[in-house]
């Protein structure tokens, strides 16, 4: 079943199935505004509450830009009160982004430029079409990425490219995106949603409590020492006895049927 919901007019957000579709419209370029952020944020904080969904896709509308990150206009007059309230906006939008308990994908469909591509990143995986470009370009007009850029490209490529990125100002297309390990696949003009959904509808098989555990964990290798990791790990696995998903996954697997998750 599908239903149509709108977030803000520059926030679209559909839900198909167990998969919530998030549409980022301003045109020409997708630009962030403060309403927007704030709008993104809302709707990933319902997103998780409502257990009937297990996976987010967030793409933009058009097919040249997915997201051209700010508007310079609105820090053309220096002001730092209304630069720290946007800094703000984008930190949490984006790091709540990162906190959703389920899988979020990034259909970059064109342009992903500063925070642009900073919302990918904070997204758990990413797909890109083959026409698309990617770039942190915020010291080429004095700024700098503020919404996870320089932590979360730098934990997915590593400390060189994200200084070529970042430093340098390189920006870069899908090909090499996916060679330095900042997409997980590449595909053709117009197909990444069609990949995303795809890859959503797996999501769908797992067991819905695990894989929120699961990212939970895997997160927490970015920050944490394998020595204590590795015990939470094997905490968490017995916590999931707790969960009626536990039973319902091996039973099912047992019986030889499709198991009835109940995110619980």
Known sequence: MTTDTTATDAIWVRIDGNTAIIK????????????????LKAKVLELNDN??????????????????????NLF??????????????FGEAFETLSAFRGVSIAA????????????????????AEA?????????????????????????????????????????IDAAKAEKIGLVEEVVEQGQALDAALALAT??????????????????????MPRKQALPLERELFVGLFDTQDQAEGVNAFLEKRKPNWKNA
């Open 76 to 89: 053309a007059d220096g002001d730092k009160g209304n630069a720290a309230t946007m800094a703000k906006h």
């Open 24 to 39: 980022m419209n301003n045109p020409p370029a997708n630009t962030w505004t403060a309403a927007s952020l704030q709008a």
């Open 51 to 72: 257990k009937d969904i297990y996976a987010l896709v967030i793409t933009g509308q058009g097919e040249k830009f997915f997201s051209a990150g700010a508007d310079l």
């Open 202 to 223: 797996k999501v769908a098989k797992q067991s819905p409590s695990s894989v929120a555990v699961c990212k939970t964990l895997i997160q927490a290798g970015r920050t």
């Open 108 to 127: 970059i469909n064109g342009y992903a430029m500063g925070g642009g591509l900073e919302v990918a990143l904070a997204c758990d995986i990413r797909i």
């Open 131 to 171: 026409h698309a470009q990617m770039a942190l370009p915020e010291a080429t007009v004095g700024l700098l990425p503020c919404a996870g850029g320089t932590q979360n490209l730098t934990a997915l490529v590593g400390e060189g490219w994200a200084k070529r990125m970042i430093l340098c100002g390189e920006r």
